[in-house]
């Protein structure tokens, strides 16, 4: 298994941070969207898809991403996400993302989300919300999550 790992982190580096903690356990390389090429499909088994959440979606490089690939991919994709809105049954933030995949043939074999620092507008006010994440305990949880879809191969 040759794993990828698609990810756009700004803001504090949440989830670059859950991205390098999937790719221990993946030994997965990890890019950024604007890195990614079509001939890399050839290249892994696997590719992760990941971002902060921003108006209730991925990243929109990660989507303009999706819709840029070609409609034929027989290859295996999780979902990943941080916000700083994270709640026990959080709104299908992967949604559009996960859909975009799987019309391009993909096959979603997970989805991980958690809590990640978030200063946007009126919250900077205050100092942010879900400070200290991810943590170690969220980290963890990504790491379980990565030996899951380490053992769909």
């Known amino acids: 298994m040759k794993a990828l790992i698609i990810c ?8 670059i941070k859950v991205s390098e903690a999937i790719s221990e356990v993946l030994n997965a390389n990890i890019i950024t969207p604007d890195k990614f090429s079509k001939e890399m499909l050839k290249k892994y088994s ?19 991403l999706a819709d840029s690939l070609p409609s034929d991919i027989k290859l295996k994709a999780f979902v990943f996400s941080t916000s700083g809105w994270a709640q026990k049954k959080p709104i ?8 975009k995949l799987k019309s391009k043939g993909f096959e979603i074999i997970g989805e991980f989300y958690c809590k ?17 994440h ?7 949880h990504a790491r379980k999550f990565a030996e899951k879809i380490k053992e769909s191969f």
Do not use: Q
């Open 46 to 64: 696997v590719i992760g898809f990941g971002s902060g959440i921003f108006y209730m979606k991925h990243h929109k490089e990660l989507l303009e």
């Open 116 to 132: 990640g620092y978030d200063t946007w507008s009126p919250l900077k006010l205050v100092g942010g919300i879900s400070k200290g």
């Open 134 to 140: 991810p943590d170690k305990k969220d980290l963890d």
């Open 92 to 99: 299908d933030v992967h949604a559009s993302l996960r859909e």
């Open 8 to 15: 756009k982190s700004i803001c504090h580096n949440n989830t």
